[in-house]
């Protein structure tokens, strides 16, 4: 191969032609690694020099030697791709000849960038179009289509957001339950809580007097310890709960510090 007919021919002047360069390039060195892997793989014998993999803006590659010009036309892929062929694993080996491709057309890019005098936002506008492409590696290990699968289920995704963690589940429930009293189950006929939640308000004891009488009596919840309290044990009605934006027992209060309130 010319060392040069990979670059001198292309004349890009803006930011779109040097992409179109890039992903035509991209696409020819994916192609060697992926569909023409078994080719590819013949052509890197270790018995031979340095190799390198070129990727052209026609979408076509080539596994040859460097370019024997100094400085080279444009720069130059990984030297030597061949000689680890035979002591990697092959997905390993293919791994690492993606990761320098990646490296290769970054500098190619930019390159063409410096040559071209790209500004700052030109150089930013090239890099956004680069970065939105899944990387060479990622297409070659699969990473892009586990990328693409983890991203399309909205729906299940959408419905776990909606899904409270269990500290904010644990707080609505409280900040509720300054006006009701934990449920029995038997008393369970449609309540949103669900069976946890009533499970966990069976076994409900009171903080003060340690008992779980009165299911119907007014309680609430400490927002420090989550201890439950029957309201009449720590002289709260209901009238009063609805003015207290995070109650704190006398325990955790001190015994009259119980009214904080969030800013």
Partial sequence: MDGGSAGAAYTARTAEEVFRDLRGRRAGMIRALTDDVDKFFKLCDPEKENLCLYGYPNETWEVTLPAEEVPPEIPEPALGINFARDGMNEKDWL???????????????????????????????????INNL?????????AAKRQSKDKTPNTNSSSKSNKPSSKVSRAEPRAKAKLSAPKDEEEDSGDDGGDDEEEEHDNTLCGTC????????????????????????????????????????????NGNSNKRIKT
């Fill in 210 to 253: 340690g008992t779980n009488d009165g299911k119907d009596e007014f309680w609430i919840c400490c927002d420090n310890c989550e201890k439950w309290y029957h309201g009449k044990c720590v002289k709260i009605t209901p009238a009063r709960a609805e003015h207290i934006k995070q109650y704190r027992c006398p325990d955790c209060g």
């Fill in 134 to 142: 899944p990387t060479i590696y990622e297409v070659v290990t699969g």
């Fill in 95 to 129: 791994a690492l000849v993606a990761v320098h491709s990646d490296s290769w057309l970054l500098s190619v890019a930019f390159y063409f960038g410096a040559r071209f005098g790209f500004d700052k936002e030109t150089r930013r506008r090239l890099f956004n179009m």
